[in-house]
């Protein structure tokens, strides 16, 4: 009997999409299949204590070793897949579908004279029209009843529909207008047969005309005044369009084909494969793979394709490919895969409609996939030490680099340059450490100067921090003023700053551009001038606080210091180093096009094996510091294009700064308004509006804005800059 807690995926790991879920028992046989709106909260039901649980459950989850889930678009897809999954594997533990009973089909009985629209299972019949499978029964009676409100068809058993015809007086349904009653004659056999073939044309996808139509029929009852017929055709247009939901699990009949998608980053590839076959999905293979070469979206498919289908023959190659990219000679593969074959196959990238769907669900898959991957692979602590060690073997350390701060430049051409520093301890990131900086010793695109100005304005602050707390005395030094080597801390690499609540979990996507600030270091030099949130949250982490109330910050020294670039900028950091005289900090520094690593005063770089941990950790580092700086970057350009000349007026907020625009129209009428038009503008005073007149007439001329698409240049008034 297994403990379901050694195989529980923690609850980061499990997407909180709709999906299907398998567990497997200790010879890979699926021994469960399930459905679910949100992923993590229905597996999480299945890892609570064993006590709480049904017995059956109980033993379903002490027989499993492993589970795996696959994310789909809509809870309609989940039951489509469910259904493909328990035909295919026959699991143990889903008895509800061990009595032989195929899943339900919406049938409609177009061999009788007044057809029938019901649940049908089993085997298949002459002259019946058959849709589905579902699920379950219930979402086929939902619905009918959807669509009786637009196709009245009837859906009565024999004997009550003869019982009508004899008494003269139609069912419930009849009386609600959910049936037609061709059995007491209030339509013609013809009649009631067109109105079950228009339901089975809808049914089929051939919705638009019937909504269009009733649409219609709509704004002319309204027209008509005809208000109470316009309500229920407005009611049928929604209750079709509530019955119109698609599932991209499933295709049209007899179709059979392979859809592979690919999800990569600069080291490694996933692979999803899903095998639709009679229209269903069938099968679902997936792997990831370590990029050894250089190689783009077009060669991993094709590299994909080799590996499906090299050894596969006759109907084991389906009629179509549908792949996210061409191989780089698509014809030569085409007619590979169909000499295999032996007839002919599409190799061609999903457009639209069902299969494009179908393409983004696997590709959803293919991204959980790596994501799940890198996951795994960043938490294990074996292959964090692994990595750790292959790090300081590298680059030559005496001991392993538990804490590696990195630093990364972003302006846009010049303009707006800022640096970011993040912090990685034990190989996890550290948010509540992550620095940025705003580069104010020159002007202009110099990324080595930058470099050198940030590098040497962080550990100036941590000279300064170890002086203040008595840690080392300063000694003379040998020339000038430049602090004597200092001795490492002994201290544990657990840095004393305060709650971050803004910083995102690791491997999330980021916030949007200006809207969650990150820390920001305080001192004058390092100063962000955009305000952060304030957070009285205690941080039991930190370290006591100073008499200001704030805790100390870059107080603790990196092992490794990595900066994002090769040579030149591996030189201006180990130069600021060497000013400030620290010598016990390692530098190196990641260059992006080869994944080279540089060291300093070294002519050639260490190439780390493709598939190392160690470089793999130096890239997210790298990657983390790039994200955190072009995101500051970004705020701090999208702040600036926003400014106007009324941010100088002090004590002019922002709802008193659009009154003035509402009441004038633009800057520039403003400009030329008096004070005591100003003053006119409720809420503005005599003393704020001369406040406002002196900044307008002090500030500088605005710079003309071109229409892109007309080259025209617009003034103010036309939506012009206001800086």
Same mark, same amino acid.
């Given at each position: 009997?297994?403990?379901?807690?050694?195989?529980?995926?923690?609850?980061?790991?499990?997407?909180?999409?709709?999906?299907?879920?398998?567990?497997?028992?200790e010879h890979r046989r699926v021994i469960y299949v399930g459905k679910a709106k949100n992923l993590r909260q229905r597996l999480a039901n299945y890892f609570q204590d064993l006590a709480a649980l049904h017995p059956r459950t109980r033993t379903m989850v002490t027989t499993a070793a492993s589970v795996e889930w696959?994310?789909? $678009?809509?809870?309609?897809?989940?039951?489509?897949?469910?259904?493909?999954?328990?035909?295919?594997?026959?699991?143990?533990?889903?008895?509800?579908?061990?009595?032989?009973?195929?899943?339900?089909?919406?049938?409609?009985?177009?061999?009788?004279?007044?057809?029938?629209?019901?649940?049908?299972?089993?085997?298949?019949?002459?002259?019946?029209?058959?849709?589905?499978?579902?699920?379950?029964?219930?979402?086929? *009676?939902?619905?009918?009843?959807?669509?009786?409100?637009?196709?009245?068809?009837? @859906? #009565?058993?024999?004997? =009550?529909?003869?019982?009508?015809?004899?008494?003269?007086?139609? #069912?419930? /349904?009849?009386y609600i207008g959910k049936c037609s009653a061709p059995c007491v004659g209030r339509v013609t056999p013809e009649e009631h047969r067109e109105l079950a073939v228009d339901f089975c044309d809808f049914m089929a996808g051939r919705t638009g005309t019937y909504i269009r139509r009733l649409e219609k029929d709509m704004?002319?009852?309204?027209?008509?005044?005809?208000?109470?017929?316009?309500?229920?055709?407005?009611?049928?247009?929604?209750?079709? !369009?509530?019955?119109?939901?698609?599932?991209?699990?499933?295709?049209?009949?007899?179709?059979?084909?392979?859809?592979?998608?690919?999800?990569?980053?600069?080291?490694?590839?996933?692979?999803?494969?899903?095998?639709?076959?009679?229209?269903?999905?069938?099968?679902? %293979?997936?792997?990831?793979?370590?990029?050894?070469?250089?190689?783009?979206?077009?060669?991993?498919?094709?590299?994909? /394709?080799?590996?499906?289908?090299?050894?596969?023959?006759?109907?084991?190659?389906? !009629?179509?490919? /549908?792949?996210?990219?061409?191989?780089?000679?698509?014809?030569?593969?085409?007619?590979? +895969?169909?000499? %295999?074959?032996?007839?002919?196959?599409?190799?061609?990238?999903?457009? %639209?409609?069902?299969?494009?769907?179908?393409? @983004?669900?696997?590709?959803?898959?293919?991204?959980?996939?790596?994501?799940?991957?890198?996951?795994?692979?960043?938490?294990? /602590?074996?292959?964090?030490?692994?990595?750790?060690?292959?790090?300081?073997?590298?680059?030559?350390?005496?001991?392993?680099? +538990?804490?590696?701060? #990195?630093?990364?430049?972003?302006?846009?051409? &010049?303009?707006? =340059?800022?640096?970011?520093?993040?912090?990685?301890?034990?190989?996890?990131?550290?948010?509540?450490?992550? *620095?940025?900086?705003?580069?104010?010793?020159?002007?202009?695109?110099?990324? =080595?100067? $930058?470099?050198?100005?940030?590098?040497?304005?962080?550990?100036? *602050?941590?000279?300064?921090?170890?002086? *203040?707390?008595?840690?080392?005395?300063?000694?003379?030094?040998?020339?000038?003023?430049?602090?004597?080597?200092?001795?490492?801390?002994?201290?544990?690499?657990?840095?004393?700053?305060?709650?971050?609540?803004?910083a995102d979990p690791v491997g999330t996507t980021p916030d949007p551009v200006g809207t969650t600030p990150e820390p920001v270091d305080t001192t004058p030099e390092l100063m962000d001038t955009t305000p952060g949130p304030v957070d009285n949250t205690p941080d039991p982490d930190a370290e006591p606080r100073e008499?200001?109330?704030?805790?100390?910050?870059?107080?603790?020294?990196?092992?490794?210091?990595?900066?994002? &670039?090769?040579?030149?900028?591996?030189?201006?950091?180990?130069?600021?180093?060497?000013?400030?005289?620290?010598?016990?900090?390692?530098? #190196?520094?990641?260059?992006?096009?080869?994944?080279?690593?540089?060291?300093?005063?070294?002519?050639?770089?260490?190439?780390?094996?493709?598939?190392?941990?160690?470089?793999?950790?130096?890239?997210?580092?790298?990657?983390?510091?790039?994200?955190?700086?072009?995101?500051?970057?970004?705020?701090?350009?999208?702040?600036?294009?926003?400014?106007?000349?009324?941010?100088?007026?002090?004590?002019?907020?922002?709802?008193?700064?659009?009154?003035?625009?509402?009441?004038? &129209? $633009?800057?520039?009428?403003?400009?030329?308004?008096?004070?005591?038009?100003?003053?006119?503008?409720?809420?503005?005073?005599?003393?704020?509006?001369?406040?406002?007149?002196?900044?307008?007439? $002090?500030?500088?001329?605005?710079?003309?804005?071109?229409?892109?698409?007309?080259?025209?240049?617009?003034?103010?008034?036309?939506?012009?800059? @206001?800086?």
């Amino acid at each position: 009997m297994a403990d379901p807690s050694s195989y529980r995926p923690k609850p980061g790991q499990i997407p909180d999409s709709p999906g299907v879920y398998k567990f497997r028992d200790e010879h890979r046989r699926v021994i469960y299949v399930g459905k679910a709106k949100n992923l993590r909260q229905r597996l999480a039901n299945y890892f609570q204590d064993l006590a709480a649980l049904h017995p059956r459950t109980r033993t379903m989850v002490t027989t499993a070793a492993s589970v795996e889930w696959t994310v789909v $678009s809509t809870e309609v897809e989940a039951l489509q897949l469910e259904y493909s999954w328990i035909k295919e594997f026959d699991p143990r533990f889903n008895v509800k579908y061990r009595d032989d009973k195929s899943y339900p089909y919406l049938a409609v009985t177009l061999n009788e004279e007044f057809p029938r629209v019901q649940v049908m299972r089993g085997a298949k019949k002459k002259g019946v029209r058959y849709f589905g499978p579902y699920g379950h029964a219930w979402a086929i *009676r939902e619905t009918v009843d959807l669509m009786l409100r637009v196709f009245p068809v009837r @859906t #009565c058993s024999a004997g =009550v529909f003869k019982n009508a015809a004899r008494t003269g007086r139609p #069912c419930l /349904l009849g009386y609600i207008g959910k049936c037609s009653a061709p059995c007491v004659g209030r339509v013609t056999p013809e009649e009631h047969r067109e109105l079950a073939v228009d339901f089975c044309d809808f049914m089929a996808g051939r919705t638009g005309t019937y909504i269009r139509r009733l649409e219609k029929d709509m704004m002319a009852a309204a027209e008509e005044m005809e208000y109470e017929r316009a309500a229920r055709l407005r009611d049928d247009v929604e209750a079709l !369009k509530r019955a119109m939901e698609k599932s991209a699990v499933v295709l049209a009949d007899a179709t059979d084909a392979d859809l592979i998608a690919v999800a990569e980053d600069e080291l490694e590839a996933a692979v999803q494969i899903f095998h639709v076959r009679g229209g269903r999905v069938r099968g679902q %293979r997936g792997w990831v793979t370590d990029k050894v070469e250089n190689v783009d979206t077009s060669g991993l498919v094709e590299h994909a /394709l080799q590996q499906l289908y090299g050894e596969e023959t006759g109907d084991s190659v389906p !009629k179509e490919v /549908l792949v996210p990219a061409l191989p780089e000679h698509p014809d030569a593969v085409s007619q590979w +895969l169909a000499d %295999r074959r032996g007839s002919q196959v599409s190799l061609r990238i999903p457009q %639209r409609g069902d299969k494009k769907d179908l393409m @983004t669900t696997v590709q959803r898959n293919a991204q959980q996939a790596l994501g799940l991957h890198k996951t795994k692979r960043a938490s294990d /602590l074996t292959t964090r030490s692994r990595a750790l060690e292959e790090i300081a073997e590298a680059l030559g350390l005496d001991t392993a680099p +538990l804490r590696i701060e #990195c630093f990364d430049i972003s302006h846009l051409q &010049g303009d707006d =340059v800022v640096a970011s520093m993040v912090v990685f301890e034990d190989g996890l990131a550290r948010k509540s450490e992550y *620095r940025r900086f705003q580069i104010k010793g020159f002007e202009g695109q110099d990324d =080595v100067r $930058s470099m050198h100005e940030v590098i040497g304005r962080r550990f100036k *602050r941590y000279l300064q921090e170890k002086e *203040r707390t008595g840690e080392w005395e300063e000694t003379p030094a040998p020339s000038g003023p430049v602090p004597a080597p200092h001795t490492a801390l002994t201290a544990p690499a657990d840095p004393a700053a305060g709650p971050d609540t803004t910083a995102d979990p690791v491997g999330t996507t980021p916030d949007p551009v200006g809207t969650t600030p990150e820390p920001v270091d305080t001192t004058p030099e390092l100063m962000d001038t955009t305000p952060g949130p304030v957070d009285n949250t205690p941080d039991p982490d930190a370290e006591p606080r100073e008499d200001d109330g704030r805790p100390k910050r870059f107080a603790y020294p990196p092992q490794l210091v990595v900066v994002d &670039g090769g040579q030149p900028q591996v030189a201006a950091a180990k130069r600021a180093l060497d000013e400030l005289g620290i010598d016990d900090i390692a530098v #190196c520094g990641l260059a992006k096009r080869l994944e080279e690593v540089w060291l300093p005063d070294d002519d050639d770089p260490v190439v780390l094996p493709r598939s190392s941990e160690g470089l793999y950790l130096l890239q997210r580092v790298r990657d983390e510091a790039h994200r955190f700086a072009i995101t500051y970057q970004r705020a701090k350009r999208a702040k600036r294009i926003r400014s106007s000349p009324l941010d100088a007026v002090a004590g002019l907020g922002e709802t008193r700064k659009q009154a003035l625009i509402k009441y004038f &129209g $633009s800057v520039k009428k403003l400009k030329q308004a008096t004070i005591d038009e100003i003053c006119e503008v409720p809420g503005i005073g005599r003393r704020t509006a001369e406040s406002v007149a002196i900044a307008l007439a $002090s500030a500088a001329p605005a710079t003309p804005a071109v229409n892109t698409a007309t080259g025209e240049i617009m003034g103010e008034d036309d939506g012009g800059s @206001t800086t």
